[in-house]
């Protein structure tokens, strides 16, 4: 007799036909959830979709007896994940470098199986402690899988789960409490509520009766609104708004100049950055704008090495432009640091054409006042693998040769985050670049070393149109609203903008224009409690995560000595 406890996925087909038909079901479920936590990400508004993205999947492998095949229906389901949402990242709009190309193809085949590490824990556990178990440990799994995708030099935090909540602001602000994680782990548990309705539905076939699926349902109802409560109650908080708006402020200006990132490096470098400074002009002589204490120019700005020696003559002529502007400029721009002895430098350092000496460039900002000649600049940390840096080149230099060819290439990673000072007002601030803003804590890190207010500067317009201009800048909101703190966002080709604390966008440009801005932000001292404690929940979810495994390893030993026990008797 059939166990009414189970859905019909569960019944083994008794014929060809049954089979392809259960094939089918498989496929078109693992397809769904593909399609859903695809379309839940920006520049799509449907970030509901990933509330019970996953449920199609767990359908899927709640009753495969193996490995293999649930890994398989996991890595197609994660593949057209990759294919929706990171379709910008070989550049197919328009096919400039074969480079971008091979590499952003690899990324969607291949980064879909590191899926197999939370998905794997999940089908380890409920094989050894049961379904429930493993519903109760998937939410833990996935944050500390999450988590760890934050850490290393092969790390890729862009699909983070929370990232697809950017534009429901009310319901994002208890991330100042937890970070982005917390918005994932929140998705996660509307995930298994939302399976677990179904199943009670399944097995009972009706809701008529049924209070454990009536149950379920006003737990998700409950899940979803709490947020959305508190969202509401934060954003209308008088006291808490101009408290976390600052009460100081600062005037920044932005100049988007839709300089073409692919041709810049082969144009004289000085007329790029002479572009810059007649742009900068133009924004001070605006009379409908307030007059910024700070201008910032995008990454790479300047595309040549400024700070250097032998560019003595173009650094003269920017100081003298920043001198006469009375304004202080952040820009953009590699910087080069030679090493006295060639035994001490990296394996990756590069040699000089001119002077055979080691060197190694930073994709850096720096920060240029008038009536100073002290610089002060940072060099980038947060690297996109292989097309700004061959991860951990320096301990397997012989694969270096994969690094991108488009402007300086082959990185080195900076040494640490920089503070920037603005000296009339004493402001503190810090510029992120571009990739950089994807990683939470490290952000937080510069606010917790004193920025009042974050600057990211980046190019975003390699892509074309293509999704990833507008989920990188919908991803700094998300960095906003942890810190709660303005950002000033810089853009060679837009999105160009300003975002409060609250995560609202003020000023945003449209992509592939010139434009400049300024607007007048707020400085804050004060520290969230994510902010001061960081990764607190990806930590605290790696620890539940190792301890579902230990009790499932501990099952495991207990059932493999009353087995011995058993024959032995």
């Known amino acids: 007799m059939p166990d009414r406890g189970r859905t019909d996925l569960a019944y083994p087909p008794k014929t060809p036909s049954g089979a392809r038909r259960l094939f089918l079901l498989r496929l078109g479920l693992s397809l769904l959830t593909g399609l859903m936590l695809g379309l839940a990400f920006p520049p799509s508004h449907f970030g509901v979709l990933a509330w019970f993205g996953l449920v199609p999947l767990l359908i899927v492998l709640a009753d495969l007896s193996r490995a293999r095949h649930a890994l398989g229906y996991t890595y197609l389901a994660m593949l057209v994940f990759h294919v929706i949402t990171l379709s910008w990242t070989g550049g197919y ?44 440990a998937l939410p833990f799994f996935w944050v500390a899988y999450e988590y760890s995708h934050t850490l290393t030099e092969w790390s890729f935090p862009w699909l983070t789960l929370g990232n697809t909540q950017t534009y429901d602001l009310a319901r994002i602000q208890f991330i100042s409490l937890t970070g982005v994680l917390g918005l994932s782990f929140w998705i996660l548990l509307l995930n298994v509520l939302g399976y677990l309705l179904y199943s009670s539905i399944a097995r009972r076939g009706t809701l ?110 920017l100081r003298a432009a920043i001198d006469s502007m009375d304004v202080p400029v952040l820009t953009g721009l590699p910087n080069a640091v030679f090493y006295p002895d060639s035994a001490s430098a990296p394996r990756t350092a590069k040699v000089s054409r001119l002077t055979g000496q080691r060197y190694d460039s930073f994709n850096a900002a720096a920060l240029i006042q008038p009536g100073t000649d002290t610089i002060q600049w940072y060099g980038k940390m947060k690297m996109v693998p292989f097309a700004e840096r061959v991860p951990y080149a320096d301990a397997i230099s012989f694969i270096d040769f994969l690094r991108w060819g488009v402007g300086i290439g082959g990185w080195q990673i900076g040494r640490d985050t920089t503070i920037f000072v603005e000296r009339k007002t004493g402001t503190r601030f810090c510029a992120v670049i571009c990739y950089e803003s994807v990683y939470p804590d490290f952000v937080a890190g510069f606010v917790r070393k004193g920025a009042e207010f974050i600057t990211i500067i980046t190019i975003d317009s390699w892509w074309g149109r293509m999704p990833g201009a507008f989920q990188h800048k919908q991803f700094a909101v998300l960095r906003a609203v942890e810190n709660r703190r303005w950002i000033a966002r810089c853009a060679v080709g837009g999105i160009s903008c300003y975002i409060d604390p609250f995560g609202h966008t003020f000023d945003a440009t449209e992509l592939f224009t010139r434009a400049t801005l300024s607007r007048t932000i707020g400085r804050s001292v004060r520290l969230t409690p994510y902010t001061r404690h960081g990764e607190w929940l990806g930590l605290l979810a790696a620890w539940f995560a190792g301890a579902f495994c230990a009790a499932g390893l501990g099952r495991a030993f207990l059932q493999k000595k009353r087995t011995q026990a058993w024959e032995k008797s």
Do not use: C
């Open 93 to 136: 709009s328009h096919g400039n470098d074969p480079y971008m190309l091979i590499a952003g193809t690899v990324t969607i085949l291949v980064h879909p199986l590191f899926y197999f590490l939370p998905i794997g824990a999940y089908l380890w556990v409920k094989r050894r402690l049961g379904d429930l178990s493993a519903l109760a």
């Open 208 to 317: 008529r009766g049924n209070s454990g699926a009536w149950g379920t349902f006003a737990a998700i109802v409950l899940l979803a609104i709490r947020p959305a409560l508190y969202g509401v109650w934060i954003l209308s908080d008088t006291e808490e708004t101009k408290e976390a708006e600052g009460k100081t402020t600062i005037t920044v200006g932005i100049v988007q100049s839709n300089t073409d990132p692919w041709q810049k490096w082969a144009e004289p470098a000085r007329s790029v950055m002479r572009k810059y400074i007649g742009l900068s002009e133009d924004l001070l002589a605006t009379s409908d704008s307030p007059r910024p204490d700070l201008v910032l120019w995008p990454e790479t700005a300047v595309p040549f090495y400024l700070l250097s020696e032998r560019e003595q003559f173009a650094r003269r002529d």
